[in-house]
């Protein structure tokens, strides 16, 4: 048990319905950023979350949102536990305001081994995430407030034992519903899904298969969709039955569907990626579609 002002009795309140946005986390703009972060909180979503695994810095930007908003939960999705010591993260939530504490949901990932070499076969990662877990319970970090990216079944039932949940990544509702049965009631299943506001099936399917591409050489991925029944060959060949597996499209109340099967399934909260059908669009193309989705799902 935690002692002290770090322990928190609920985890963050994500809603029903949250962002998870690129284009939050990468755009030089500030100023900007900002002001997209306050109307995401303005607009009703539960959580905006951004990426974390390739640098060391997105805990810089969690503070910022959470400077910019008053009520919607900053998460991240997710900390590379290669990037950051539990340590590095102690200190930085240790140094928030309790109001910000409690509005902050801590996603951590165990990353890939394209991404770190052959360091990451040198321990299991679910025995490097367990290393780390317990670092952060050392420092006092309430575990209400960390999530786990969990795939496979033995992370996923990592992430009921010793967080909040789970936040897994490029799942449909099929995984939704596996991490409920694992984790049972009471503990978070908070998928990310992407989609594509786009009703051509070419535009919005060609701007899936952009986002997916380079994440099928990633084991973690691949193996996380074969356990689905996804064949080797869809997976290849980013067949059009895959990509309608994995990304929802067409208009707002079509991709409200996807959002609801998430929900049928048992997930608490879905984090929505707007896959660009327009790359040079940016964090303004962005925010027009949030304004979309919202309509319809907040």
């Known amino acids: 048990m935690f002692k002290g002002r770090f322990l928190l009795m609920t985890a963050p309140n994500l809603g029903k319905v949250g962002i998870w946005s690129m284009e939050l986390r990468f755009t030089p703009d500030r100023g900007?950023?900002?002001?997209?972060a306050a109307e995401l909180d303005e607009l009703g979503y539960g959580a905006l979350w951004v990426p974390g695994g390739i640098d060391d810095q997105v805990l810089g930007d969690i503070g910022r949102y959470l400077d910019a908003t008053k009520r919607i939960v900053a998460a991240t999705g997710i900390i590379n536990i290669w990037k950051q010591t539990p340590a590095d993260v102690a200190t930085w939530f240790k140094a928030q305001a309790p109001e910000h504490q409690s509005r902050t949901m801590l996603g951590l990932g165990v990353s890939h081994l394209p991404l770190i070499g052959d360091e990451w076969t040198k321990v299991k990662p679910l025995t490097q995430m367990r290393a780390y877990l317990d670092g952060l319970d050392a420092a006092g970090v309430p575990r209400e407030n960390l999530s786990l990216a969990a795939l496979g079944p033995k992370m996923v039932a990592l992430s009921g034992e010793r967080t909040a949940g789970a936040h897994p990544y490029l799942v449909p509702p099929e995984h939704s519903a596996i991490a409920r049965e694992i984790l049972g009631p009471g503990k978070l299943v908070a998928p990310e899904q992407g989609v594509v506001l786009a009703t051509d099936p070419d535009i919005a399917r060609g701007a899936a298969r952009k986002a997916l591409d380079h994440y099928r050489y990633m084991p973690n991925y691949r193996n996380s969709w074969l356990r689905l029944g996804i064949l080797e060959a869809d997976i290849d060949a980013l067949s059009d039955g895959f990509i309608d597996t994995l990304f929802?499209?067409?208009?707002?109340?079509?991709?409200?569907?996807?959002?609801?099967?998430?929900?049928?399934?048992?997930?608490?909260?879905?984090?929505?990626?707007?896959?660009?059908?327009?790359?040079?669009?940016g964090l303004s193309a962005a925010r027009a579609a949030w304004r979309e989705l919202a309509a319809v799902l907040v």
């Open 248 to 281: 929802a499209w067409g208009t707002p109340e079509k991709i409200a569907e996807r959002v609801k099967a998430h929900h049928d399934a048992g997930a608490d909260h879905v984090c929505l990626q707007v896959i660009p059908t327009n790359p040079d669009g």
């Open 32 to 36: 900007a950023v900002a002001d997209a």
